[in-house]
């Protein structure tokens, strides 16, 4: 069902489920490193693979950084709190169950205020809107398996799967809100406009690079449809593992549309997993969802519980960034950006980035000019967010700086950002190994606007004249020759030197 028809009809309602992978240097209940990327089956131990015998132990900066985070979702910090066994088969899951909590999370009641940009076109102040927190908890991270052949990387159709253990046992925070009620058709805004604030506020809290095309921030989005506001909570739906605010967004809208379409057809909604997919923006049938009794849970024999000394959560409240709206106002004023430019980047979710391109060396205002212009564009383009394109902060600063010092011009360094997203290197070696930089060579420019003189008599005669306006024809013609490469200034004073003007 189309989208309008579906909010004429149904009143949806929201729940997020966010799994945070801690940037701590070792595992969960290992000693095992928790780097990406490395060599599959290399980062494991006999605990972390759930061997007979092997007993965990719990990383301390592992509770540090979730209570940092249920501190900085306003929640309360448990006083006494423990882990659980959380019973299901997966095969890239080594225990066949996973540690987690259950009914005494750490953190608990919290809440984050969203700010939800205006719609494209509106010149209104963005709408803020206060998800609750239901809890914050501490688990343990599965494995990963990869399923070969078939072409869709699923399971379905695979010739066969391979298991990386690396991940199993990483530390996780999952961050789960009580149901977002009252958003209507700005539903699928209000669920990207959460998970890109909670991804500011972690960043800034330093737990988690949160890097959602690497899966350490993953979303798992919750839905259900009602008639109206008053009625009951619908049957919901649960998107898994949706990994880019764009397809949070998307998966809200099409799960709306989905349902409104069975519920119409006057069917059932399932309560069950999904899958998303990026590629054709749908959502399949996963796997019927379990309830809390369906997971067997109890108590984690193996591990004390968690009683954090009261001081000790009051000194870490004392370490806790600005919030996330608090933030993005200062930086405003500093930036000297107007409410509209403001507004521009916020809807783009450039303003971390602009802030780190600041702060690499570039002046505000070239930072938005690359953010929300060409980067923005070539995002748009390739259907991926800004900080997923595969520039830095510090390369687009390189790249401006390049600029400011004359070695390339606005032309060249376009094709320069073209070269650093193709996977060339840094805007220093593209512009080596392409040849890029700005000719200010006077004997090169000199012999270039002698040809662009003879060829362009008339246009000549008419500076000798005195229209220097008309130089413009002559600069364009050297600069068509050099390929973009020449310094423009320097042409257009060597042709005036040359037809007797002064400028």
């Known amino acids: 069902m189309g989208f309008e028809e579906a909010m004429e009809r149904f009143d949806p309602v ?30 494991v131990c006999p605990t972390c693979l759930g061997l007979p015998g092997a007993l965990p132990v719990l990383n301390a900066a592992a509770v540090e950084s979730a209570i940092r985070i249920g501190l900085a979702l306003n929640c309360d ?24 909590q259950y009914d005494e999370p750490i953190a608990t009641g919290g809440w984050l205020d969203v700010e939800v940009p205006a719609p494209e076109g509106s010149d209104a102040a963005p709408e803020v809107v206060r998800v609750e927190i239901e809890r914050a908890h501490m688990e343990e991270d599965t494995g990963k398996s990869l399923h070969v052949g078939g072409g869709t990387g699923r399971i379905h159709g695979a010739e066969y799967s391979l298991l990386d253990y690396n991940r199993a046992g990483v530390p996780l925070i999952e961050i789960v809100t009580k149901p977002v009620e009252g958003t209507g058709s700005r539903a699928p805004e209000v669920a990207r406009a959460y998970v890109a604030t909670l991804r500011d506020l972690l960043r800034a809290l ?78 399949t049938p996963g796997r019927s969802k379990e309830t809390a ?45 107007s409410d509209l430019e403001m507004r521009d980047v916020l809807n783009a979710g450039a303003v971390p980035l602009i802030e780190a391109t ?43 700086r390049l600029v400011d010092t004359g070695r390339i011009n606005d032309k060249l360094a376009r094709q320069v950002l073209d070269g650093v997203l193709a996977g060339e290197g840094d805007p220093e070696q593209v512009v080596a190994a392409r040849g890029l930089e700005v000719v200010s060579d006077d004997g090169a420019l000199g012999a270039a606007v002698d040809r662009a003189i003879s060829a362009n008599p008339d246009v000549a005669d008419k500076i000798r004249a005195g229209k220097v306006a008309a130089a413009g024809a002559l600069i364009g013609a050297v600069m068509k020759e050099m390929r973009g490469q020449a310094d423009a200034g320097r042409v257009r004073e060597l042709v005036l030197e040359r037809l007797g003007q002064s400028g």
């Open 293 to 337: 009794e369906d997971y067997r849970y109890f108590p984690e024999p193996d591990l004390v519980p968690v009683a954090p000394d009261p001081a000790w959560v009051e000194e870490l409240r004392g370490t806790l960034p600005e919030p996330p709206a608090q933030h993005r106002r200062r930086l405003q004023a500093q930036w000297g950006f």
């Open 358 to 400: 600041v702060a690499a060396g570039a002046s505000p205002a070239a930072a938005r000019k690359w953010w929300s212009g060409p980067v923005a564009r070539r995002a748009k383009e390739d259907g991926v967010d800004l900080a997923d394109l595969g520039i830095t902060p510090a390369q687009v600063a390189e790249l401006q």
């Open 206 to 283: 330093g737990v988690s690079d949160v890097r959602m095309e690497q899966g350490s921030l993953r979303c798992d989005v919750n839905l259900s449809l009602r008639e109206s506001p008053q009625a009951p909570l619908g049957t919901r739906t649960e998107t898994k593992n949706v990994n880019s605010l764009r397809s949070v967004e998307r998966a809200v809208r099409y799960e709306i549309g989905r349902q409104a379409a069975v519920l119409a057809a006057g069917g059932r909604v399932h309560q069950e997993t999904r899958h998303w997919h990026e590629d054709t923006g749908l959502t």
């Open 14 to 43: 929201l729940g997020l489920e966010v799994h945070v992978e801690l940037s701590t240097a070792t595992k969960m209940f290992c000693g095992c490193p928790t780097e990406f990327g490395a060599e599959p089956n290399t980062q």
């Open 77 to 100: 910090i448990a006083s006494w709190c423990r882990f659980a066994r959380k019973n299901y088969f997966y095969p890239d899951m080594p225990k066949n169950y996973q540690v987690s």
